[in-house]
């Protein structure tokens, strides 16, 4: 790189050089003295201010120069086209001054020859450039249809099933791939054969690169990474070809690890674009296909692949002898988010209040990218105070930060919208201490924290639900209207501040009577879209509702039916605790935030 730098200066200097001889060579010298003319000079010899003048013909005699020395020092030229006319002239504007008129002179060959020679040079340098920019751009042709995997071997800091928490069964399965790859033998001596490939599925932040990572590291073989999005380019044949570079160096370091981050970008169901038409994409597809399993030869391959897409994958290469094993990734329960959270404050200084347990209750639903995150702005949040170790009182900012948003305490908000905003929090607060299954209470503030949001109401729910019932799914959308509830009983008025709140409690029951078969009248029959998370366009276009307008009409009717039903269950609620209802609002005026403990003892 250096030494190709080092050719591009020198060239540059060169071709610097060159010009500038070319300036100096070729430049008219009358130029730059444009405004003297043959007039101007006999003006200046019959004022009596030219020292001297030389006349020079040039190589034919004829024509030439005339130049005028003037008595302050000063030199100027005068191309004339007839030389001894103009010695005549000059002798008649003064007979006394001294002209001098040269020989004509004599052209060398080497003169003569100099511009051709300095044409011929700039042609070579020009030509050696071009050919220099085409080979390094067919070097770059021919490197373009290259692998882009990097390749990781053993380099002593490595990661384990150690260092994945929260997944014991996810690690036992892919235990035995570690096993056949350290010690393949003990398997192919009965006929065993290793699975070609393993696809790790799950939502975002779940932790499946880190297993794919932690599987290199226990295997202690070469482990080659790249993206889906690696593969495809805007030129034709690309994609298939890196395909083949990367199977090729696999083979020669098997035993091995492919693993193809995102392979939803290059692995989508064939035949759904407009049209369905053969694209780049689908030839890469293609050639994955038959390098995965066709009739090459790739033992000691193993191919492990992400994504969280997995609808959209095509079904070829969900078969077995592709992907024989899918290993599903969910957000981890309670124990896990424990152990994750463990992991995570290793090298974190904690206080003695900080109880991980508790914030693995909190955190219900957090991934393990979230629990890392959480805990990295504990770490932010304890630094900034100055201190060398992390508080349960930073873990519960960092939760608020993660979960709902910075809260904008310097926002300036008119009081009569701060008491709505706690009127409107105290009531969504009171259903979640009262209903059975969405509780208790976690933190309740009305400091503003987002576009539209201007408190929020936090729970801390006991355990984490595999499922949900028809009981709970009310009580949620009871709860979500609780807000609303507040503002019409207090003010007599509402405002647009519970806008996503009946979003959120129309789309929970839409899925109760489209999805769930949870409503009597409508009965178990699915009325969803089949085909509504497909994100294909031809398919959306071709897309038809399996059912007419009489039943869409009883859907709304019916949607309604239960909201309204749970709208006037919470309402019931609120007003026979109309007394918690305004010391809740009194004391989030007087405090803005207030914790679990604090609202519970509003009930004593």
Request: glycine letters at 10%; aromatic letters at 6%.
């Amino acid at each position: 790189m250096k030494q190709k730098k080092s050719n591009w200066n020198f060239t540059l200097i060169f071709l610097i050089v060159l010009g500038v001889i070319l300036i100096s060579t070729w430049i008219d010298p009358s130029m730059l003295h444009s405004y003297y003319r043959i007039e101007t000079a006999e003006q200046d010899v019959r004022a009596g201010t030219v020292e001297k003048i030389t006349i020079s013909p040039n190589a034919q005699g004829s024509a030439g120069k005339i130049t005028v020395k003037k008595e302050d020092g000063s030199r100027y030229e005068v191309y004339v086209t007839n030389v001894e006319a103009a010695e005549n002239a000059v002798r008649e504007w003064d007979g006394t001054l001294p002209v001098e008129v040269e020989d004509i002179p004599h052209e060398s060959i080497l003169m003569s020859l100099l511009p051709y020679v300095f044409g011929i040079i700039i042609l070579f340098v020009i030509l050696n450039m071009m050919m220099g920019m085409n080979a390094g751009g067919g070097g770059k042709m021919a490197n373009f249809g290259r692998s882009r995997a990097q390749l990781h071997k053993d380099t002593g800091k490595r990661v384990t099933f150690a260092d994945v928490a929260g997944l014991q069964e996810e690690k036992d399965e892919l235990q035995e791939i570690v096993q056949f790859l350290r010690n393949p033998g003990r398997f192919t001596k009965i006929g065993a054969r290793i699975p070609k490939g393993v696809l790790l599925e799950g939502p975002p932040g779940t932790g499946k690169t880190l297993l794919a990572k932690a599987i290199a590291g226990e295997a202690g073989v070469p482990f080659f990474t790249i993206s889906g999005s690696d593969f495809v380019e805007m030129f034709v044949g690309v994609g298939a070809s890196r395909v083949r570079d990367l199977f090729e160096d696999a083979k020669k370091n098997a035993p091995c690890i492919v693993f193809i981050d995102e392979i939803d970008a290059v692995a989508r169901r064939r035949g759904t674009g407009l049209g369905g038409g053969h694209d780049e994409r689908e030839q890469t597809l293609n050639q994955l296909l038959v390098e995965m399993d066709g009739f090459g030869v790739n033992e000691g391959i193993v191919v492990l692949a992400a994504t969280n897409r997995v609808d959209i994958l095509d079904p070829a290469i969900l078969r077995p002898g592709r992907f024989d094993r899918k290993v599903y990734v969910g957000a981890p329960d309670v124990r896990g988010r424990e152990e994750i959270l463990r992991v995570h404050v290793r090298e974190k200084p904690l206080a003695e209040d900080v109880d991980l347990h508790e914030i693995a209750r909190t955190t219900a639903g957090f991934t393990g990218a979230d629990l890392e995150n959480l805990m990295n702005e504990a770490a932010i949040s304890a630094a900034k105070a100055n201190r060398a170790f992390i508080t349960q009182a930073d873990v519960r900012r960092s939760f608020i930060k993660v979960g709902v948003g910075t809260e904008k305490k310097s926002r300036l908000v008119p009081e009569s919208e701060r008491r709505i905003t706690a009127y409107h929090e105290a009531g969504h607060a009171i259903l979640f201490h009262l209903l059975p299954d969405v509780g208790p209470v976690h933190a309740v503030s009305i400091i503003p924290t987002g576009p539209g949001a201007a408190g929020y109401t936090m729970p801390l729910p006991e355990n984490d639900n595999v499922f949900m019932t028809r009981g709970k799914l009310l009580q949620d959308i009871t709860v979500t209207l609780g807000g609303r509830i507040a503002e019409e009983l207090i003010f007599d008025d509402v405002t647009t501040g519970a806008s996503h709140d009946i979003k959120v409690a129309t789309s929970r029951a839409r899925d109760m009577v489209t999805k769930y078969g949870m409503s009597g009248k409508m009965g178990l029959i699915h009325y969803g879209d089949n085909d509504s998370e497909e994100v294909f366009l031809g398919r959306d276009l071709g897309h038809q509702r399996s059912y007419g307008e009489r039943i869409q009409g009883e859907i709304d009717m019916e949607i309604r039916r239960i909201v309204d039903e749970c709208y006037a269950r919470g309402k019931g609620i609120i007003e026979c605790h109309m007394d918690v209802l305004h010391r809740c609002a009194a004391l989030l005026l007087e405090k803005e935030r207030i914790n679990g403990e604090e609202f519970a003892s509003l009930f004593a």
